[in-house]
């Protein structure tokens, strides 16, 4: 993936990995110590980071009514994220805030583009036009085994249903595309002591924002 296109004064962190890999934790640890550091945070997640990214995340994991197919998840998480770039996201950056996200591109890369086999350059084009080209200055990975992510997860929504193969397949595309991404991913064992990741975390934080 690209650096982005757009010039901004704010920073861009996004936290990606398998579910259960405690990225709402780390979320939580990283703008606590920016906010005591007097750094000005705006915390999102995908999909449902804005109101109607709320509706689009009721349709995309929580409801079981009607089918969804791979191409109309792809679409739609990719609707919900221009809606985020536009509402959140860029104008945040364009005031120098710092921007903290629980995912964002590379989970569709992962998910929908090997997961669902759908392709992921196809997947990456759709969604790099989506958000306007603007891509992360600093990626978390938090890399965990599916099984035990999967055995950390008190309720399971509709992609967190799906098979032990369709999660190892995810999470190895994350790991490839750290591999492919040296330069903004910093990847964490997440069966590490929450603290330490926090510490891992923020010493990339400070090392990127230099």
């Known amino acids: 993936m690209k650096k982005s296109v757009s010039n901004h004064p704010g920073f ?18 990283l703008t606590q110590k920016l906010e ?13 980071g804005t109101e109607l990214g709320k509706k689009i995340r ?11 197919t791979p191409r109309m998840e792809a ?7 221009s809606i985020n770039m536009s509402q959140n996201i860029k104008p945040a950056l364009e005031k120098g805030f710092v921007v903290i996200a ?16 759908l392709g992921a350059d196809t997947i990456e084009d759709i ?20 099984n035990t992510g999967q055995s950390r997860l008190e309720s399971k929504d509709r992609l967190d249903r799906e098979s032990a193969e ?3 397949k995810v999470n190895q595309a994350f790991r490839d595309l750290a591999k492919a991404n040296p330069d903004r991913y910093i990847v964490i ?6 603290d330490e990741i926090a510490d891992l975390v923020f010493n990339a934080f400070k090392a990127k924002r230099k």
């Open 102 to 117: 629980d995912r964002h591109i590379d989970s569709s890369i992962a998910y929908q583009g090997v997961g669902r086999g």
């Open 58 to 68: 009721e349709i995309l994991l929580d409801q079981d009514e009607f089918e969804v």
């Open 127 to 146: 969604s790099r036009w989506a958000v306007q080209g603007i891509v992360p200055d600093l990626t978390v990975l938090l890399d965990v085994d599916a």
């Open 166 to 168: 369709f999660h190892t």
């Open 12 to 29: 861009f962190v996004v936290f990606e990995g398998g579910d259960g890999a405690g990225k709402s934790t780390q979320v939580k640890k």
């Open 75 to 81: 679409l739609l998480f990719a609707a919900d994220r």
């Open 36 to 48: 005591s550091l007097n750094e000005t945070v705006v915390l999102t997640r995908e999909p449902g």
């Open 189 to 194: 064992d997440a069966s590490k002591p929450i």
